[in-house]
């Protein structure tokens, strides 16, 4: 392959990989309430936010998933391991992704660690 | 040659045509006029009514007396702005920008400079910030949003209508016995601001604006029933006893500085704490007249959002002001201050729920100096305060005496009376504040 085919296909890569990174984000903190059926309360809490202005971190998923094409791109060995290892990193880069996405302009994590730190003191 | 003259001639011409005498606006004269429009409920639908400002989940179960929006058109010939008084808890920045875009044509068309939103802060109105619903459900009702953003605009459409010449006077009363404080120290102003409009024609009714620095809550906790709460009793009572059209706007009433409990039965409570407190408007007072001057500056500020609660009331969009994160992961939230020069008074236009020592100035070095000190090294000897003005944040609050429980902050109250801190944004805010105020003084033409 030539050095600019192999330059395409990396970028192809790290944007489909940041994309599906950003909609998993998407998708996963939209449809979050689904996931808390078990909690009336929570359920309903979450549910608001369902239509609110959910922001991925487009910039550090597609630098995150360029670093991940590039590493694809020099591991030797077989194919199947480099698929393996792309799917951890992608799996990886996802989480961190739905992390970092803002939520009405505030960061999941933020919000996420607090409440299990207000949880575990008893707060609620 | 010819071309250069030709040219030389054609751009003395364009000059010129620029240079128009200055515009001769006449002697300035006040003009103002009133609006009112009654706030009706929505019909029974899917979203239920919270009442606001005690507990989560309260609904609404009766109707006492409507709540209103009030609005006061005010001009110099030149300068012009509306006070829109809107009886509820409050009103959080995206109403007032949806009140504000739904004048637009209006302001363009008038000349309106300044749309100014204060809210009155009974507790005994629908919720119109989303914090009285279940708790982390947005309470508020999407229907009686839109019917007290219509209504907010009707009563600016209406004041404008009503307008008419007449004369500007202001007057500071004392009172006595008509507010506690629950929270040491026990400080508040006692004053009662007026500012009356008298019109040249004697066919319009006066207009008078009061302001006093106690929450309006006259009606408890008991209380689930809609009303007005003691400011409507006032404004009722006026307008029976001279035919004045009358608006509340409240004062510095952090602290949490009420009246006190006069009767048991609340609603009784009600009428005797409204009936004292017009007596004191209506008193014999020193009015001093306004010459015809009005500027109006507002400064937009970031402060800390520190409080962790609001934060995730921001992320499940009750709250609605923008918000913007630093490299340190510290949360900003953007509001707003105006202040409004009518002649020699001014009227600081206050974000949230301000203490008393914060207008005074507390002595303390901890704290930003008063903001009547403030106006005062700016050329302001009277300055009156408006609370919840064009945004909520909540409690503003001394730094000096801002603590917080060491385990739970904003979860829980910290040792003693703290309870305003867990409904305010943190302790930066009363300093952001004062330095805004001085940059909305000095932006004053």
Same mark, same amino acid.
């Given at each position: 392959?030539?050095?600019?085919?192999?330059?395409?296909?990396?970028?192809?890569?790290?944007?489909?990989?940041?994309?599906?990174?950003?909609?998993?984000?998407?998708?996963?903190?939209?449809?979050?309430?689904?996931?808390?059926?078990?909690?009336?309360?929570?359920?309903?809490?979450?549910?608001? @936010?369902?239509?609110?202005? @959910?922001?991925?971190?487009?910039?550090?998923?597609?630098?995150?998933?360029?670093?991940?094409?590039?590493?694809?791109?020099?591991?030797?060995?077989?194919?199947?391991?480099?698929?393996?290892?792309?799917?951890?990193?992608?799996?990886?880069?996802?989480?961190?992704?739905?992390?970092?996405?803002?939520?009405?302009?505030?960061?999941?994590?933020?919000?996420?660690?607090?409440?299990?730190?207000?949880?575990?003191?008893?707060?609620? | 040659?010819?071309?250069?003259?030709?040219?030389?001639?054609?751009?003395?011409?364009?000059?010129?045509?620029?240079?128009?005498?200055?515009?001769?606006?006449?002697?300035?004269?006040?003009?103002?006029?009133?609006?009112?429009?009654?706030?009706?409920?929505?019909?029974?639908?899917?979203?239920?009514?919270?009442?606001?400002?005690?507990?989560?989940?309260?609904?609404?179960?009766?109707?006492?007396?409507?709540?209103?929006?009030?609005?006061?058109?005010?001009?110099?010939?030149?300068?012009?702005?509306?006070?829109?008084?809107? #009886?509820?808890?409050?009103?959080?920045? $995206?109403?007032?920008?949806?009140?504000? *875009?739904?004048?637009?044509?209006?302001?363009?068309?008038? +000349?309106?400079?300044?749309?100014?939103?204060?809210? /009155?802060?009974?507790?005994?109105?629908?919720?119109?910030?989303?914090?009285?619903?279940?708790?982390?459900?947005?309470?508020? %009702?999407?229907?009686?949003?839109?019917?007290?953003?219509?209504?907010?605009?009707?009563?600016?459409? #209406?004041?404008?209508?009503?307008?008419?010449? +007449?004369?500007?006077?202001?007057?500071?009363?004392?009172?006595?016995?008509?507010?506690?404080?629950?929270?040491?120290?026990?400080?508040?102003?006692?004053?009662?601001?007026?500012?009356?409009?008298?019109?040249? $024609?004697?066919?319009?009714?006066?207009?008078?604006?009061?302001?006093?620095?106690?929450?309006?809550?006259?009606?408890?906790?008991?209380?689930?029933?809609? *009303?007005?709460?003691?400011?409507?009793?006032?404004?009722?009572? &006026?307008?029976?006893?001279?035919?004045?059209?009358?608006?509340?706007?409240?004062?510095?009433?952090?602290?949490?500085?009420? /009246?006190?409990?006069? !009767?048991?039965?609340?609603?009784?409570?009600?009428?005797?704490?409204?009936?004292?407190?017009?007596?004191?408007?209506?008193?014999?007072?020193?009015?001093?007249?306004? =010459? =015809?001057?009005?500027?109006?500056?507002?400064?937009?500020?970031?402060?800390?959002?520190?409080?962790?609660?609001?934060?995730?009331?921001?992320?499940?969009?009750?709250?609605?002001?923008?918000?913007?994160? $630093?490299?340190?992961?510290?949360?900003?939230?953007?509001?707003?201050?105006?202040?409004?020069?009518?002649?020699?008074?001014?009227?600081?236009?206050?974000?949230?729920?301000?203490?008393?020592?914060?207008?005074? +100035?507390?002595? %303390?070095?901890?704290?930003?100096?008063?903001?009547?000190?403030?106006?005062?090294? %700016?050329?302001?000897?009277?300055?009156?305060?408006?609370?919840?003005? %064009?945004?909520?944040?909540?409690?503003? &609050?001394?730094?000096? $005496?801002?603590?917080?429980?060491?385990?739970?902050?904003?979860?829980?109250?910290?040792?003693?009376?703290?309870?305003?801190? /867990?409904?305010?944004? +943190?302790?930066?805010?009363?300093?952001?504040?004062?330095?805004?105020?001085? !940059?909305?003084?000095? !932006?004053?033409?």
């Amino acid at each position: 392959m030539t050095e600019r085919k192999r330059l395409w296909a990396l970028c192809i890569r790290a944007a489909a990989l940041a994309g599906a990174g950003a909609l998993c984000a998407r998708l996963l903190l939209q449809n979050l309430y689904r996931f808390l059926t078990f909690d009336p309360t929570f359920y309903d809490i979450f549910a608001q @936010i369902r239509d609110a202005a @959910i922001r991925p971190p487009v910039a550090a998923l597609t630098l995150a998933a360029v670093g991940i094409s590039c590493l694809a791109d020099r591991m030797c060995g077989r194919k199947i391991l480099r698929i393996f290892v792309c799917i951890l990193l992608w799996l990886l880069l996802a989480i961190v992704g739905v992390l970092l996405t803002r939520v009405n302009g505030i960061r999941f994590a933020d919000v996420l660690f607090s409440l299990l730190d207000v949880l575990r003191k008893g707060g609620l | 040659m010819r071309k250069c003259l030709a040219i030389l001639l054609a751009l003395a011409l364009l000059f010129l045509s620029g240079c128009t005498p200055r515009e001769d606006h006449g002697p300035r004269a006040w003009e103002a006029g009133f609006g009112m429009a009654s706030l009706q409920l929505p019909e029974a639908g899917e979203e239920p009514l919270y009442i606001a400002g005690y507990r989560n989940g309260k609904e609404i179960t009766g109707v006492l007396d409507l709540q209103q929006a009030r609005a006061l058109w005010l001009s110099d010939g030149r300068e012009a702005m509306l006070l829109i008084s809107v #009886d509820c808890v409050g009103l959080g920045s $995206d109403t007032v920008a949806r009140i504000r *875009s739904g004048l637009a044509d209006f302001c363009a068309r008038t +000349g309106c400079g300044s749309v100014n939103i204060v809210a /009155t802060h009974t507790h005994a109105g629908v919720d119109t910030l989303g914090l009285w619903g279940p708790v982390g459900i947005d309470g508020k %009702n999407d229907a009686f949003m839109d019917l007290l953003v219509a209504g907010a605009i009707r009563a600016a459409e #209406d004041a404008y209508a009503d307008r008419s010449r +007449g004369t500007l006077q202001w007057a500071v009363t004392k009172t006595e016995g008509l507010q506690e404080d629950s929270r040491d120290p026990a400080q508040y102003d006692s004053n009662l601001y007026q500012i009356r409009f008298q019109p040249d $024609d004697p066919a319009q009714n006066p207009i008078r604006l009061w302001s006093f620095g106690a929450h309006a809550e006259a009606l408890r906790s008991e209380n689930t029933k809609v *009303s007005r709460d003691y400011p409507g009793v006032v404004c009722d009572l &006026i307008g029976r006893e001279t035919g004045e059209d009358a608006l509340y706007v409240p004062g510095a009433i952090g602290g949490l500085i009420m /009246t006190p409990r006069l !009767k048991e039965d609340v609603v009784e409570n009600l009428q005797v704490t409204g009936q004292r407190i017009a007596n004191r408007v209506l008193a014999d007072a020193k009015w001093k007249e306004i =010459p =015809p001057e009005l500027a109006v500056s507002r400064v937009e500020f970031e402060t800390e959002l520190d409080n962790t609660l609001f934060l995730y009331y921001k992320f499940l969009g009750i709250l609605s002001n923008p918000v913007r994160q $630093d490299l340190l992961g510290r949360y900003y939230v953007t509001t707003e201050v105006s202040v409004a020069r009518l002649g020699d008074v001014a009227l600081a236009l206050i974000p949230g729920e301000l203490f008393p020592e914060l207008a005074e +100035g507390t002595g %303390n070095p901890t704290d930003p100096l008063g903001l009547c000190q403030i106006a005062e090294e %700016n050329g302001i000897h009277h300055l009156m305060i408006l609370g919840l003005a %064009n945004d909520e944040l909540g409690y503003i &609050i001394p730094p000096s $005496d801002f603590v917080l429980d060491e385990e739970l902050p904003y979860f829980r109250e910290a040792e003693g009376e703290h309870y305003e801190e /867990t409904n305010s944004v +943190g302790p930066q805010c009363a300093a952001d504040l004062a330095e805004a105020f001085e !940059k909305a003084l000095k !932006k004053l033409p």
